[in-house]
């Protein structure tokens, strides 16, 4: 069931960022102060974590987010799925929700920003799997050698 997070996902949603092994120690840190930020309500109000929970777990979670001065262009800043429920469907749940609730919202555009590293071949798999395309490369970004990604796709409104 893919609901919208509540503080009470604070504890899961750190197990699942630190499970997932895409995040460095810092980069664990700053996700919590992310997190921490959203659900004491320091962000604007166009800033949405949900989570997908079978029986009570938690077994996947989305962040996206509007960008800030641009007309109805938003950036999946997250989404992640435990390790041993993986390929079996909870992303693209996560990921058509997102899709659909921006859609309703006639919202035209969602972004979502990887790594180039060899680790995230995956992650970059899944987003052209689901119909985005590769639209920028920052080379060097992240650090020396690791470029930032960005994918696109246009959302068409239902």
Same mark, same amino acid.
């Given at each position: 069931?893919?609901?919208? @997070?509540?503080?009470?996902?604070? +504890? ?14 810092? &980069? ?7 997190? /921490?930020?959203?659900? !004491?309500?320091?962000?604007? #109000? ?16 989305? *962040?996206?987010?509007? &960008? ?13 799925? %435990?390790? +041993?429920?993986? =390929?079996?469907?909870?992303?693209? @749940?996560? %990921?058509?929700?997102? !899709?659909?609730?921006?859609?309703? =919202?006639?919202? =035209? ?5 990887? +790594? /180039?590293? /060899?680790?995230?071949?995956? @992650?970059?798999?899944? *987003?052209?799997?689901?119909? *985005? #395309?590769?639209?920028? =490369?920052?080379?060097?970004? *992240?650090?020396?050698?690791?470029? $930032?990604?960005?994918?696109? $796709? @246009?959302?068409?409104?239902?």
């Amino acid at each position: 069931m893919i609901r919208p @997070a509540t503080p009470n996902d604070m +504890s899961a949603l750190m197990n699942l960022a630190d499970a997932t092994g895409m995040f460095e120690g810092n &980069e664990l840190e700053g996700l919590e102060g992310m997190v /921490s930020a959203y659900f !004491e309500g320091h962000l604007d #109000d166009d800033h949405f974590w949900i989570v997908d929970e079978i029986e009570g777990e938690l077994q996947g979670a989305a *962040y996206y987010a509007a &960008e800030t001065m641009t007309y109805g262009v938003w950036n999946l800043y997250f989404i992640g799925v %435990l390790p +041993s429920r993986q =390929r079996q469907g909870i992303g693209e @749940a996560l %990921l058509n929700h997102v !899709e659909q609730v921006l859609q309703e =919202r006639n919202e =035209r555009l969602l972004l979502i920003e990887t +790594s /180039s590293l /060899s680790e995230f071949e995956n @992650a970059r798999c899944f *987003y052209r799997k689901h119909g *985005y #395309d590769e639209e920028a =490369r920052i080379r060097d970004f *992240y650090k020396s050698g690791e470029d $930032k990604i960005v994918f696109r $796709k @246009a959302l068409t409104p239902r």
